[in-house]
C-alpha cells in the first residue's frame, strides 16, 4: 500500500463526505509528494462550556491528521459565537455577550488537549481579526454572498417555508466561517454534515482572494445516548468527555443498541473489520460496549483507568460498593443534640437527592440502604445516627460515605 492509499484508508474512516474528492486526492497526493503538510481547519464556537463526545467526533479526525504529519489549525470562534450557528437549526440561537463566550472558553482548550497535541497545533481567536474590522470590511464581505444563495440553503428555506424569521445577522455566519479559512490559509476543513454550505462558502472566498480553495470533509451527527436525536446538553443526551471515568464508563454502558457500530467507528480506532465482527450472531452488546467504553476512557485518560472502570462497573452490576467511596462531611449543626438527622434530610445534605420530596419518594420504594449490611431503610420519618464512617446508598449508582461533623 502506497502512501497515498494509507493516509486515505485512515482519512476516509467515518467520514459522511469529502468535497470535491478529486481534489483532496490531488493535494494530499501533491504533500506526500512535496513533503509538504496540509493544513487542516476546525472550528469552535465557545457557546457552551462542556465538550461531550459529539465533538470530538472531527477533533479525532483532526488528531488523524496530525497523526500523519499534517498541521491542525483550530479557530476559537468568539467572534462567530456572537452571531450563533444557524446550521441544522429550526430557530435563530439564543443570543450571547462577550463575556459569556469569554467565560465559556476558558476551558474548551483544556479539553480540546485531550483528543489532539496542542504543543503541535495552532490556535487563533477569529476574533484577532473581526475585532479590527470596519463597517465597510463588514459591507465589502456581503457583497460576497446574494440573498438568493443564503435563502436556498436548507436550514433558512425550511424557517421561510414555515414563516419562522431568518435574521440578518445569521445571514454572516457563514460569510464569517468562511473567512477565517481565508485568514489562515486553510486547505481542507473539518466540520459536520450540516455545515456543508458554510464549508463551501470558504472556497468561494479563498477563490476571490487568489488562494487555492480548501477541500471539505464532513462527519455524521453523533446521536446521543437516547439512540435518536443528535448529541446536546440540551437534549440532555449528552456524554461530557470531563465526566470521571467511571461515571463516562456507565453512561457508555447504557447507550442503545441501535448507535453501537457508528460510536465504535467514529469514537476508537478498533479496526472496522474487527468492528464488523462484534455484529455477528450470538455477539453480546453488552461486551462490545465495554469494549466501546474502555478504548474510549483509554484514549481519553490511561488504559490503566479504563480497566479500573470496568471493574467498578462490574462490582456495581453485582450490587457490590465501589472500591473508593466518595466522602462527604455533614456539619455538626444540622443535628440534633444526639448527633441524629430525619433521612430525606441526610440524603440531601449528602447530596444524592435534590430535595426531601425527592428523596421520600426513594424511600417509599425501599431504595435507600444504610452502613456495611445494606439496612433498607423503609420510613421517611427515621432518624438517623449519623456516625463517622456511616455508608449512604440511594438506588444502584448513589453511594456516599459519611465522614465526622464538622463543628
Excluded at 481542507?188 to 476571490?208: K, N
Excluded at 436525536?229 to 441501535?258: A, H, T
Excluded at 465495554?290 to 484514549?299: F, P, R, V
Excluded at 440534633?336 to 430525606?344: A, V
Amino acid at each position: 500500500m502506497s502512501d497515498l492509499d494509507a493516509q486515505l484508508q485512515i482519512l476516509r474512516r467515518g467520514v459522511e463526505a469529502i468535497v470535491p474528492e478529486g481534489e483532496f486526492v490531488k493535494m494530499l497526493e501533491r504533500s506526500i509528494r512535496d513533503n509538504v503538510p496540509l493544513r487542516v481547519k476546525y472550528g469552535i464556537d465557545p457557546t457552551g462550556i462542556n465538550v461531550h463526545l459529539g465533538h470530538t467526533v472531527p477533533l479525532r479526525k483532526l488528531r488523524q491528521f496530525q497523526e500523519l504529519g499534517h498541521t491542525a489549525v483550530i479557530i476559537i470562534g468568539n467572534y462567530t459565537a456572537l452571531v450563533g450557528d444557524p446550521s441544522g437549526r429550526d430557530e435563530t440561537r439564543a443570543s450571547l455577550t462577550e463575556a459569556q463566550v469569554a467565560e465559556n472558553a476558558k476551558d474548551y482548550l483544556r479539553q480540546v488537549g485531550r483528543i489532539i497535541d496542542l504543543s503541535k497545533a495552532e490556535v487563533h481567536h477569529n476574533g484577532d481579526w473581526f475585532a479590527k474590522w470596519s463597517f465597510l470590511d463588514v459591507l465589502d464581505l456581503t457583497r460576497k454572498m446574494t440573498l438568493g444563495q443564503i435563502s436556498a440553503r436548507d436550514d433558512f428555506a425550511k424557517r421561510i417555508a414555515a414563516e419562522k424569521p431568518v435574521y440578518l445577522h445569521e445571514c454572516l455566519y457563514p460569510l464569517m466561517q468562511g473567512w477565517d479559512s481565508v485568514e489562515i490559509r486553510a486547505d481542507v476543513e473539518l466540520g459536520g454534515t450540516e455545515q456543508l454550505f458554510s464549508l463551501m462558502v470558504a472556497r468561494d472566498l479563498q477563490h476571490s482572494q487568489g488562494q487555492r480553495p480548501q477541500v471539505a470533509l464532513t462527519m455524521p451527527i453523533l446521536v446521543g445516548t437516547d439512540g435518536t436525536r443528535r448529541m446536546g446538553k440540551s437534549l440532555g443526551n449528552d456524554i461530557g468527555i470531563g465526566l470521571p471515568s467511571n461515571d463516562l464508563f456507565g453512561k457508555l454502558m447504557s447507550i442503545p443498541d441501535e448507535p453501537l457500530k457508528q460510536y465504535l467507528t467514529l469514537l476508537t480506532d478498533i479496526p472496522m473489520d474487527e468492528i464488523e465482527g462484534f455484529f455477528q450472531p450470538g455477539v453480546n452488546p453488552r461486551n462490545v460496549k465495554e469494549l466501546l467504553a474502555k478504548a474510549i476512557i483509554t484514549g481519553l485518560v490511561s488504559s490503566e483507568e479504563a480497566d479500573t472502570a470496568a471493574a467498578e462497573f462490574r462490582k456495581r452490576a453485582k450490587g457490590e460498593d465501589p472500591v473508593e467511596i466518595p466522602e462527604v462531611h455533614v456539619p455538626a449543626d444540622q443535628l440534633d443534640d444526639d448527633g441524629r438527622m430525619p433521612i430525606p434530610r441526610l440524603i440531601v445534605a449528602l447530596g444524592l437527592e435534590s430535595s426531601t420530596s425527592n428523596a421520600r419518594r426513594v424511600i417509599d420504594g425501599g431504595g435507600v440502604t444504610l452502613g456495611a449490611d445494606r439496612t433498607v431503610i423503609k420510613d421517611p420519618k427515621a432518624l438517623i445516627d449519623v456516625s463517622d464512617g456511616l455508608i449512604v446508598r440511594v438506588g444502584k449508582h448513589k453511594i456516599v460515605k459519611v465522614r465526622r461533623p464538622l463543628a
